[in-house]
């Protein structure tokens, strides 16, 4: 039973150009979202997250999107580098426990 | 900041090997520290959680005799695959977080041990 998903297994963004990924989630105890960025032969680096009392939380490039109703949250990275890509995981917390998504590559074309 | 480091990266040892993985806070203290394992073409799965001190509290239908985990400082947990068999032949990966600024901080991972058992 996969409580968090990312349907999208990979995605190609023009360099520039606004990269969304996206996530969804089945359960609704669920109250704290993340998101971590993975380079190969590396562990997942955090990125940025969100409370479930919140519908966006923005830092630099990076705006994480959470709409509680839907049970889906969106990273948007924008502009695109080329060091965005990467492997991106999002993962939901309930009690401080963690479960991730099947990540999504992104690529960013260049 | 906030980084962790695991090893070894790799292992190839013979079934029955016992392997021994470390996970170690460099730069700040981890009042609880995560191990994880993950299947190809599968997602992080928590095998237990740990506080510095305490026994391990494990995910159900993980083995606590297979899997010894031991967190006996701020900085440090190992986990022992014991008598280990190729089915337990996988990516074992750590996070650690700390309390800070009146709550738990997000967890910041090890680059993991892909682990082989011939």
């Known amino acids: 039973d996969q409580q968090v998903k990312q349907n999208s297994p990979s995605l190609s963004v023009q360099e520039g150009r606004i990269s969304i990924l996206n996530c969804d989630y089945t359960?609704?105890?669920?109250?704290?979202f993340l998101w971590y960025k993975k380079y190969p032969a590396e562990g997942p680096t955090f990125l940025i997250s969100?409370?479930?009392?919140?519908d966006k939380n923005e830092d630099g490039r990076f705006t994480v999107f959470l709409n509680k109703s839907a049970k889906h949250l969106s990273l948007h990275i924008v502009p695109s580098q080329p060091g965005d890509s990467a492997v991106y995981f999002c993962?939901?917390?309930?009690?401080?426990?963690?479960?991730f998504g099947t990540g999504t590559r992104l690529t960013i074309i260049p | 900041g906030a980084v962790v480091s695991q090893h070894p990266s790799r292992v190839i040892c013979k079934s029955g090997t016992s392997v021994k993985i470390e996970c170690r806070s460099l730069?700040?203290?981890?009042?609880?520290m995560f191990w994880y394992r993950q299947f190809p073409k599968q997602s992080l799965m928590l095998m237990a959680t740990?506080?510095?001190?305490?026994?391990?509290?494990?995910e159900q239908g993980v083995e606590k005799d297979k899997f010894l985990i031991n967190h006996a400082s701020l900085t440090l947990s190992t986990l022992t695959v014991t008598s280990a068999h190729p089915e337990d032949s996988s990516f074992y990966i750590c996070?650690?977080?700390?309390?800070?600024?009146?709550?738990?901080?997000?967890?910041?991972f090890g680059d993991g041990t892909r682990l082989s058992i011939l």
């Open positions: 740990s506080n510095e001190g305490s026994k391990a509290t494990y």
């Open positions: 730069d700040f203290q981890a009042t609880t």
């Open positions: 969100i409370s479930s009392i919140k």
């Open positions: 996070s650690a977080r700390s309390w800070d600024r009146g709550r738990n901080q997000p967890q910041h």
């Open positions: 359960n609704s105890m669920f109250d704290y």
């Open positions: 993962a939901a917390a309930v009690n401080e426990k963690l479960t």
